[in-house]
């Protein structure tokens, strides 16, 4: 009777762990998430204004390395944010975080405006527009 | 009879063995499509794209990014 009980309190502690885990991720998920949609709009500024460029890594990047230090402050933030979630999505789905980079590439380039710039496979900045066709 | 009952145990064996062969079935979820204007040949992942698309879609719509053909696969 009493083996049984320590049975239930280890099932119990097992269940109340797992459940705080998946708590604490999907809050961590949410969180970056929204911070990432906070930014957008000084993102797409600093994009339409040619100073920031989606990069081969599935980042962003400078792509004038003059630029003031509050555009350089935004593109390390949004990386450290999509870093963390290229990490959630990649446990989630079960791939690599290198899988997760390259299709946010895909993703980001496909989205870019034709004045945005994009880093070609060379890692050169061109703008959209001028690439292929 | 006793001849026959290590040759018979031998073969037995190896059927056995012959018969342990592992199918390993694997579904992918990629297929590939020619990213324009960019000339390079990428593979899609669907999963990962849907998931990309759960967290960012403020980013833009589904339509902005991908092809119909596209889409229909990611439903």
Redesign the interface.
């Known amino acids: 009777m009493k083996k049984n009980l320590w049975k239930y309190f280890w099932a119990g502690l097992l269940v109340l762990f797992v459940s705080v885990t998946m708590s604490a991720y999907a809050q961590n998920k949410d969180q970056i998430t929204a911070s990432m949609r906070d930014r957008h709009p000084s993102l797409l500024d600093a994009k339409n204004r040619g100073l920031v460029g989606e990069a081969w890594t599935g980042l962003v990047a400078l792509v004038d390395a003059g630029a003031p230090g509050d555009v350089q402050a935004l593109v390390n933030a949004e990386n450290n944010d999509r870093r963390a979630l290229f990490q959630i999505i990649a446990a989630e789905t079960g791939t690599s975080v290198e899988e997760v980079a390259r299709q946010n590439r895909i993703r980001m380039y496909r989205l870019a405006e034709d004045s945005h710039f994009i880093q070609d496979q060379n890692r050169q900045w061109v703008r959209k527009r001028d690439i292929g066709n | 009879m006793r001849k026959f009952i290590v040759p018979g145990i031998t073969g037995m064996l190896l059927m056995f063995l012959s018969a342990c062969t592992q199918h390993h079935v694997t579904a992918d979820t990629t297929h590939r499509v020619e990213?324009?204007?960019?000339?390079?040949t990428?593979d899609?992942?669907l999963?990962?794209?849907r998931?990309?698309?759960d967290?960012?879609s403020?980013?833009?719509d589904m339509s902005?990014?991908?092809t119909e053909e596209e889409l229909k696969m990611l439903q």
């Open positions: 990213i324009a204007p960019i000339h390079v990428v899609i992942n999963k990962v794209q998931a990309l698309d967290a960012l403020f980013q833009g902005d990014i991908f």
